[in-house]
């Protein structure tokens, strides 16, 4: 059976018992504590909370959904970033033994398939300390499954992995049951009984709903008895395009390509922050990999896009190809410069290790691959494993790292105090441009009206300096460079050649703000725990308003914005 003829088996047997087909949200979420919609749920989450909904009580959808948790396991057999979520919901219209009823009906009676086993939800299973081992073992759904012909035995109770929610801080959750079939589970049925505040603590809602999930990839590999879901006619013909790329490299090109078309057409474009700077990374990735595979087809990509548009075009409204290729054409040249910068890295190295490789990763977003096809002889102890280490501690640091190291030198957080911030870091920077490197942070001291630094330098700076220090600033701040924080061992910040303020003890794990351009050329990169602006063309016009001495052998700055 055809995924196209799936997707609409779905929506036409919940409307046909009461549902109204809802159109597919975007990818991007109003909800601003997550950066993609990553479940059916999310476009009617205040409809779980109680608000009325216009369309009635009970909805259908198809929806479109991104998830990066994995993003580098993609190339495997089975994980994804985009992918489709067929769902029914009900918000306060039925309940448990409706919702599991209209399931089984749609697995073994619409779609001749039969189930293996399916899973409820025990606290039994979930350890003491976690904030779901209070909520009680759903034995309505265990009853209900057994009515419907399923026995006992292949009714298994579960812990945490059938408790669902809540997306984002806070948000409706509750106990989940599963359907597995050919030992894959298939769909995901979640009863939301409870709202969790961001403390993690449950209260009863005042309407109990229904959330349910199934992903339209792993329903097509069933239905079609394939082995994997790259296997499916929802990949097959994309697949198709690629036959001089290994395995890997397919899945991850195909994944990734429909995720770029589905971003760029919900508006999204190649940046450093956010959603933007996800795109970025997948874009990035495919292009390195056609950069190194060589493939001569100067219409490889435009050819790849075409395909994925034709396939889904009147299934989420129209695809401009031609906008979609003229963004991915644009990073795709900022990228083949930076990629130039990253080789010329990777020549100075006399070897590469997986420290170095997360550097070229990061930094020059050179895909692993490319690293290590560029010299194979540098990177022959360079695995696939130790870099994904070196992924996995940099992950941690992430939510680890210190933040509060420049909290000495800023008297408060108003707008006007983070932009004076990044304006002391351009400072900084322009000094060692015209001055050099041995220009060094001695102090500083930040608030609302001014900053102040303190820095070597052992003599007065002439009128004309203090003009093209000025000048130098307020160019970048014209250039719109964007401000990006990165988290990093104190050993890795100091290699890379970040500013650090004399005399300051840093941590182990520290943050370092990088201001830089779209080709990712660095102006400034220095310790800090921020917090800062985007963009430097937040900050305005830059003017020094007095320079002295505070001893031998340092200087002191005045300016304002």
């Not at 009906?105 to 001749?112: G, H, Q, V, Y």
């Not at 129209?318 to 083949?336: G, P, S, T």
């Not at 490197?437 to 630094?453: A, D, F, T």
């Not at 014209?478 to 290699?495: D, F, I, T, W, Y």
Request: with cysteine; net charge neutral; aromatic share 10%.
């Amino acid at each position: 059976m055809a995924s196209n003829e799936l997707r609409r088996k779905f929506l036409d047997f919940f409307e046909k018992r009461g549902h109204k087909i809802v159109s597919s949200s975007s990818l991007i979420p109003t909800d601003p504590s997550v950066l993609f919609t990553t479940a059916g749920m999310q476009q009617f989450k205040e409809y779980f909370l109680g608000k009325e909904y216009s369309e009635g009580k009970n909805v259908v959808s198809c929806q479109k959904c991104l998830r990066t948790s994995d993003i580098d396991e993609v190339g495997d057999e089975s994980h994804l970033t985009f992918f489709e979520m067929l769902g029914n919901f009900s918000f306060g219209g039925y309940f448990k033994e409706e919702a599991i009823r209209l399931a089984h009906e749609f697995i073994t009676e619409e779609l001749k398939l039969k189930i293996d086993y399916v899973t409820v939800f025990s606290p039994e299973k979930v350890t003491d300390n976690d904030w779901r081992k209070g909520v009680k073992e759903d034995k309505e759904s265990f009853e209900v499954w057994k009515k419907l012909g399923i026995p006992e035995g292949n009714i298994k109770k579960e812990g945490v992995d059938n408790f669902w929610g809540p997306t984002g801080e806070d948000g409706p959750c509750g106990p989940t049951t599963e359907i597995y079939i050919n030992g894959v589970e298939i769909w995901n049925i979640v009863f939301n009984e409870f709202f969790c505040n961001k403390d993690k603590k449950l209260e009863k809602l005042k309407i109990s709903g229904v959330d349910t999930g199934m992903g339209l990839e792993r329903l097509a590999m069933v239905a079609q008895k394939k082995k994997t879901i790259f296997e499916t006619d929802l990949f097959e013909s994309i697949i198709k395009l690629l036959p001089d790329f290994d395995d890997r490299k397919k899945r991850i090109i195909t994944d990734h390509a429909k995720a770029i078309v589905f971003l760029v057409s919900d508006g999204i474009k190649p940046s450093n922050k956010d959603q933007g700077y996800i795109l970025r990374r997948l874009m990035r990735r495919v292009i390195g990999y056609h950069f190194l595979t060589l493939v001569s087809s100067k219409n490889f990509f435009t050819n790849l896009f075409n395909v994925i548009v034709e396939k889904y075009e009147g299934v989420y409204g129209k695809l401009d190809i031609n906008y979609i290729i003229e963004i991915f054409d644009q990073e795709k040249r900022k990228f083949l410069e930076t990629i130039d910068n990253g080789i010329k890295e990777h020549r100075k190295m006399k070897a590469v290790s997986a420290f170095d490789a997360f550097f070229l990763y990061q930094t020059h977003g050179l895909p692993f691959d490319m690293i290590k096809e560029i010299s194979p002889e540098k990177s022959k102890n360079l695995t696939w494993d130790d870099f994904e280490k070196e992924l996995s501690k940099h992950k941690e640091l992430s939510r680890t790292a210190s933040v509060g190291m420049f909290k000495g030198g800023l008297a408060d957080e108003k707008p006007e105090t983070i932009r004076l911030h990044t304006a002391h870091h351009l400072l900084l920077a322009a000094l060692q441009q015209l001055f050099g490197k041995s220009v060094k942070q001695k102090g500083s001291n930040i608030n609302s009206e001014r900053l102040r630094m303190d820095f070597t330098f052992d003599r007065k700076i002439t009128d004309k300096e203090k003009e093209k220090i000025e000048d130098i600033v307020n160019e970048k701040i014209r250039a719109g460079l964007s401000v990006v924080k990165m988290e990093m061992p104190r050993k890795e910040a100091e290699k890379i050649g970040a500013e650090m303020e004399f005399g300051v003890k840093y941590d182990e794990n520290v943050s370092v703000y990088f201001i830089e351009d779209e080709k990712d050329n660095v102006f400034s990169k220095e310790f800090c725990g921020g917090p800062h602006v985007n963009n430097t063309s937040e900050i305005g016009h830059f003017k020094i308003v007095k320079e002295e001495s505070v001893g031998v052998g340092v200087r002191r700055i005045r300016a304002i914005v």
